[in-house]
C-alpha cells in the first residue's frame, strides 16, 4: 500500500499541487468486485481545498488515471455500518449515497478518522459521522504513525505540522507591523535595508534577554529548593493516604457483609409479603359465607326473601369458581378442596332448582287449567241447563266476550326466578336446556286449548251476524234429545286433545249456510250488483270486520308478552348492543373480531332459541288463524278485503316492534294467505264477468258488473283508506276495470235488442261517473278513456238514428257532395238532370214541418226503448241529437245556397221550428 501511495502522490496529484493524506482500496457494494482507491488530499495552494478521489487503473496499461473527485465541503453524511463490530462496509453522502466495500477494516477507519481531522480543521462543519466509534475520531490513525520512512513522514505529516505551526497574525500585531513600517518609510523600497535594521535590533533585543536571564538565575535555584521540598511533602501525604486505603478497606469489607446480610432480609421480607399476597388472594376469592351455604343447601325458594338469598348465594358461588387461578393454585390441597365443596353446592342446588320450578309449572298449569271455562263447555252448560231454550239467544246472548285469558300473573310469579335461571344457565346448561323443555310442553298444551277456544268462539260469533243464521238456530227442534245432538255436534269441534274435528266440522257448515240463506252463492260482483249491497250485508261485513280484528288485537299483546317473558325468564338475547356493535367495527385487531364473531354466534343461536320456543308454545296460531280465514272467505268473498288491510296493518306494526319476532313472522306467513284469497276473489269476479248471459228479449241496460264494479270500488275504498296494502288494491283495479272494458265491448257485440253504441254508451257512462266520483289515481287514464269511448258511441249513436227521419234529403244532397267531389262545380250541379231544381223542390216537399216533427216524435219513442231508465241519458241524447239535426240543418242550408244560387228555394221549416219540435217532444214524454 505504501508503494501505490508514493506512486499516486508522484503520478497524479504532484502535478496538480496536491498532497495525498489517506488512501483506501474499494469496490462498490453489492456489484462485481472492480478495485479502485478512495483518496482524502489538500491542495498546496492558500486557500486549502480538501478533497476525496476516486483513482481507477487503467485497462490499459499499469498506471492509474483519475476517475471521479468530490468537495469534502459536499459530504453531508459517513456512515460506518457498525460501531461495535468490525465491518468493512461504508457510505458516504454527496449528492447521492455511495456504498463502499473495503479491502480491510483498519484502512476504513484510517480513511474515516482522516476525513474527520480534516473536517475539523479546514472545514468545521456539522458532517455527520454515524456508527462510528468515539475513539476512532479522537486519535490518529495507526496506519499514518506507522510510516517510517522519511518521505512518507515528509507526505502524510511533514507539511501538516508546518500547516499545524503556521498562524495567521491577529490584529495588534497587523498593527504592530504597519506602525514599524510607517517609521521606516523606505521598507517597501528597499526590503533589504529594512531586513537589515530589523536583523540589528533583533541582536539588541537577544542580548537584552540574556543578561535578564542571567540575572535570575539566583531566582531559579531557590524556585528548585522549593520544589524538592514539595516533592518530600507529596511523599508524606502519600504515606498517609496509604494508611487511610488500608483502614477503608477493612471497613469495606464489613460494609459488604452487612449489605449482604440486608439484601437477604429483604428477599425473605419480599417472599413472606408475596405469599402473604396469594393466601389473601385466596381468602378473599374462594371464600363461601356459612350464610350462602345455607342459602344453597337450604334456602325457601317460594318465598321472595328466600329467592333473594339463592340469588345472592349462587352468584356469590359463581364468582368463587370462576375465579381466574394464578399458577400453581391448581396443585394446593386446600384449592382442591375447596373445588370440590363448590362443586357439590352447584350440583345439589341446581338439582333442587330444578326441582323446584318444574313443580312451580305444574302448579300454574294445573291452576289455569281448573279455573278456565272452555267456550264449548260454557255452550254446553248453557244450553243443556235450559231445556226447550232457544240455542239462537244462547250463542249471541251468553257467549263471553273474545278475550285470551291473561298470564301475566303466572309471568310474574315466574320472573322472580329469572336470576337464579341465568345462573342454571351458565352453570348447568342441561338442567337449563331440560326446564325449558318442560316450559314450553306445559305452556304449549295451555295455549293450545286457550286459543282453539277462542277462535271457537270467534267463530261461532262469525256464524251468528246474520238474521237468517238467528233464524236457523230458532227453527231447530226444541226437544231436549235433539238439543244434545245438535249442541253435541258443535261441541264435538273441541275433542279431549282440543283439536278440530276438519272442514265437516257443524260449525263451518253452520256459518256456510248461513252465508248460503243470505245469496245463492258466493258473493260476487255480479251477486252485488244484483242485490245492490242492502244494509244488511254491510251490517254484517263490519261486524265480521270487528270480530276478525279483535282476534288479531288479542292475539297480538299474548305472544308479544310470551315472547318478552321468554327472553327476561331464560335470558336470550335479541339483539347487538349499539356500542358494542361499534366497537367490533371500530377494533381490526384479531382477537377482537374473533369475540365479536363468537357474540353474534351467540346471539344468533340464541335467537334461533326464542324462535323454536315460541313456535312450539303457539304452533295451533297460524293452523286456527288459516281456518278462519278460510271460514270468513266461505262466509262472505269480500272478507278476503277486509282481512288483507287488518292483517297487513297487525304485520307491519309486528315488525316495528320486532323485526324476528315470532309474532311478526307468523302474521307475515298468513298475510300470504289472506293475499292469497284475495286474489283468488278477484279472480272469481273476472271469471263471472266472462260468463255472463244476456237476455236476447229485454233490453241491456247497465251491465251488473258494471254496477259491481262501482259497489266493489266503494267498499273497497272506505276499506283500504290510509291501508298499508294500497299497492294490492291498485293492482286488482287495473284488473277489474281492463275485465270490465273488455267483457263490455263483448256483451255490446253479442246483443240483438239494444244497439251496441247504446250498450257501450249507457256502460261507459257508468264506468266514467263512478271513477270521476271515486277519484281513483290510478284508473285515471282508464277514467280518460271511458270518457272518451262514452263521447265516441254518443255521437255514433245520434248521427246512426239521425239519418232515419230525413232519409231521402240525406240521401239527395249526398249525391249532390259525390257530383262535387267527382269535379263538377257547384253551380253546375243544379243542371244536372238527377239533381235539377225541380228534384230539390220534390224532396223538400215531402218533409214539411209536421212530418219532421212526427218523424222526430217516433225517434224519441225509439231512443227511449234503446235507452236504460238506471242510467237517465234520454235527454242529453235527445239533446245532442237536436244539436247535431241543426248541424245537418245548416249544412244542408249551406248546400243550397252554394249550389242553387238565386233559385229562392228553402226548406218547409226553420232552425227555431225545430227548436220548439225537439223541446214539446221532450216535454210530452
Known sequence: MTAIKHALQRDIFTPNDERLLSIVNVCKAGKKK???????????????????????????????KRQMAWELRDLTEVDAKDANKENPEFDLHFEKVYRWLASSTAEKNSFISCIWKLNQRYLRKKVEFVNVSAQLLEELPKAEESVPSSESQSVAGGDEDALDDYQELNTREEQDIEGMMEVCEYAISNAEAFAEKLSKEL?????????SIMASEKQVSMLMDLLDEALREVDTIEGKLSSYEEMLQSVKEQMDQISQSNRLIQISNSNNG???????FLVNHMDLSRGHIRALQEGDLSSPKGIEACINASEALLQCMNVALRPGHDKLAAVKQQQMLFSELRDNFARRLTN????????QFNHFSHFKMTIPQFYRSSCLSLPGHDQSSTLTQHTPDLALPKHSPLHRDLLRYAKLMEWLKNTQREK????????????????EREIKDFFEGAKIKMAGTTKEAKGKFATLPRKESALKQEVESVASLHGSSGKLTGSTSSLNKLAVQSSSSRRSQSSSLLDMGN???????????????????????????????????IIKFFKLQQQVPLAQAEVDDTDGSASSRASANEHRHSISSERDMVRLMMNKIFQSIETELNSLIALGDKMDSFHSLYMLVKMSHHVWTAENVDPASYLSTTLGNVLVTVKRNFDKCIQLQIRQMEEVKISKKSKVGILPFVTGFEEFAELAETIFRNAERRGDLDKAYSKLIRAVFLNVEKVANESQKTPRD???????????????????????????????????HLQSY???????????????????????AQGVREEEVSYQLAFSKQELRKVIKEYPGKEVKKGLDNLYKKVDKHLCEEESLLQVVWHSMQDEFIRQYKHFEGLIGRCYPGSGITMDFTIQDMLEYFSSIAQSH
Not at 356 to 363: P, T, Y
Not at 432 to 447: A, E, K, Q, W
Not at 768 to 789: D, N, P, V, Y
Not at 798 to 820: A, C, D, M, W, Y
Open 274 to 280: 408475596k405469599l402473604l399476597d396469594e393466601i389473601q
Open 531 to 565: 242485490m245492490s249491497a242492502s244494509d244488511l250485508d254491510v251490517a254484517d261485513r263490519t261486524k265480521f270486520d270487528k270480530i276478525f280484528e279483535q282476534v288479531l288485537s288479542e292475539l297480538e299483546p299474548l305472544c308479544l308478552a310470551e315472547q318478552d317473558f
Open 203 to 211: 541582536q539588541v533585543l537577544d542580548g537584552a534577554n540574556i543578561q
Open 356 to 363: 323446584h320450578l318444574n313443580n312451580v309449572f305444574v302448579h
Open 758 to 792: 247504446v250498450v257501450m254508451m249507457e256502460n261507459f257512462h257508468h264506468i266514467f261517473s263512478t271513477l270521476s266520483r271515486l277519484k281513483i289515481s290510478c284508473l285515471e287514464s282508464e277514467r280518460r278513456e271511458a270518457k272518451h269511448k262514452y263521447t265516441e
Open 798 to 820: 245520434v248521427i246512426t238514428s239521425l239519418g232515419q227521419p230525413l232519409e231521402k234529403l240525406n240521401h239527395f244532397f249526398e249525391g249532390v257532395e259525390g257530383r262535387v
Open 34 to 64: 472492480k478495485n479502485c482507491f478512495l483518496c482524502a488530499t489538500v491542495t498546496t495552494e492558500r486557500p486549502v481545498q480538501v478533497k476525496v478521489v476516486k483513482v481507477k487503473k487503467s485497462d490499459k496499461g499499469d498506471f492509474y
Open 432 to 447: 337449563y336446556d331440560g326446564l325449558s323443555r318442560t316450559y314450553v310442553d306445559y305452556m304449549s298444551r295451555l295455549y
